[in-house]
């Protein structure tokens, strides 16, 4: 069964970076697109960026210029590359992944991020 694990959360003052990592799992042909998405307390979960198969990439207006997204050549791992964060990006993260597979859209636990001093 397909699994999406992500890791790298944790406190970080302002001004600092972060990488998250979502590991996935299980029996996926192709995962298309990857996306990691952010639901800060009391707030609706928004999307922050997304990658596909050919690497194309969106990123929302929020975090352009400070995050990145990518993944590894084996498409099993997903990254976002945080810089100058803010407190305002303090939220827990969630990676997602479509599987052409199944045609189905997995997601992970998420991890938290605290921006903070």
């Known amino acids: 069964q397909v699994q999406l694990v992500e890791s790298g959360g944790g406190l970080v003052q302002p001004g600092g970076s972060l990488r998250l990592s979502c590991a996935v799992s299980?029996?996926?042909?192709?995962?298309?697109?990857m996306g990691w998405y952010r639901q800060a307390p009391g707030r609706q979960r928004d999307l922050v960026a997304t990658i596909n198969y050919a690497g194309e990439v969106y990123v929302a207006d929020s975090v352009k210029g400070r995050f990145s997204i990518s993944r590894d050549n084996a498409e099993n791992t997903g990254y976002l590359q945080m810089n100058n964060l803010k407190p305002e990006d303090t939220a827990v993260y969630y990676c997602s992944a479509y599987s052409q597979t199944d045609r189905t859209t997995y997601w992970g636990q998420g991890t938290q991020v605290t921006v903070s001093s």
């Open positions: 299980g029996l996926i042909l192709r995962i298309n697109p």
